[in-house]
């Protein structure tokens, strides 16, 4: 009885079915109905893996296109290469233009390649236009020195899966971020038209065969002026450093 009581669970039959406790299986039906059962358990197992493992790749699959691919780029000022940093490539690479640095409609500091496409054009020289200079070095600071009057090249860097961040009067980056380059903060003479700060890589060079002198948009250091701006911690007079980071998100 308890045998049969057994079996029946087993089998999977309700152990209280009177077919159960009453007919006694023979021995070959019960074996056949085991292997049937080991049989189906045995397909549903491999089903279920297949299942599992389909159903996790769409899941990566998923989460790849969740996940935020961050990406930067930035002006490698100065420079017609990119830092040599993990995840930084080139861009392009060009030459720095601005506005005059006597036009009061000037544009800020841009980085021009080296390849350039036209649309439709007029090679007139009109009045009713803005206009567009290269840029020069007007520097008579430490290794810029030499580079007076010449024509400044740049690049612009892809920085892959990370955020970029410039930051004027540092040396140094923050815990956690990265060192792209440094440099010094440059801008347009204090009595010209300003068109911002830009961080001026300080192995700076110059492109090629290009010391002419003929103005256009033009570099100076920075210096801080105490007043509202607070000494300590910042020097009157001082000319300002600064580096360009990355972070990896
Ligand atoms: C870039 O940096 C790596 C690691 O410091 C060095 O092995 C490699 O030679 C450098 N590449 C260039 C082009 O400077
Ligand atoms: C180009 O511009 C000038 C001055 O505005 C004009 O006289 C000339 O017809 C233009 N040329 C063409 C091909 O449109």
């Not at 197992?45 to 998923?62: F, P, V």
């Not at 204090?190 to 002198?213: D, L, Q, R, T, W």
């Not at 701006?229 to 001082?238: E, F, N, Q, V």
């Amino acid at each position: 009885m308890l045998r049969g009581l057994v079996v029946c669970f087993i089998l999977g039959a309700n152990a209280l079915e009177p077919g159960c406790i009453n007919n006694w299986p023979s021995r070959f039906d019960y074996e056949r109905t085991l292997l049937e059962k080991l049989v189906y358990l045995e397909q549903f197992k491999s089903e279920t893996t297949a299942k599992l493992a389909a159903q996790q790749q769409q899941m990566q699959e998923l989460y790849s296109i969740l996940r935020p691919q961050a990406a930067s780029t930035y002006v490698n000022w100065g420079m017609q290469t990119c830092p040599n940093v993990t995840g930084t490539t080139q861009v392009y690479t060009g030459q720095v233009a601005g506005g005059h640095y006597s036009h009061a409609g000037s544009g800020e500091y841009i980085c021009l390649p080296n390849d350039p496409e036209y649309d439709q054009y007029n090679d007139t020289i009109d009045e009713w236009r803005s206009s567009l200079y290269g840029a020069e070095y007007e520097t008579d600071f430490i290794n810029f020195k030499a580079l007076y009057n010449h024509d400044v090249p740049c690049s612009v860097c892809l920085s892959k899966g990370k955020t970029t961040l410039m930051i004027p009067g540092r040396i140094s980056c923050y815990t956690g971020w990265i060192k792209e380059y440094q440099g010094y903060l440059m801008g347009e003479y204090y009595k010209s038209n300003g068109k911002g700060y830009v961080c001026m890589n300080k192995e700076a060079e110059s492109m090629p065969s290009s010391n002419a002198g003929m103005n256009g948009a033009l570099f100076y250091p920075v210096e801080g002026r105490c007043g509202s701006l607070k000494c300590p911690p910042y020097t009157d007079g001082r000319e300002l450093a600064c580096v360009v980071c990355s972070f990896s998100t």
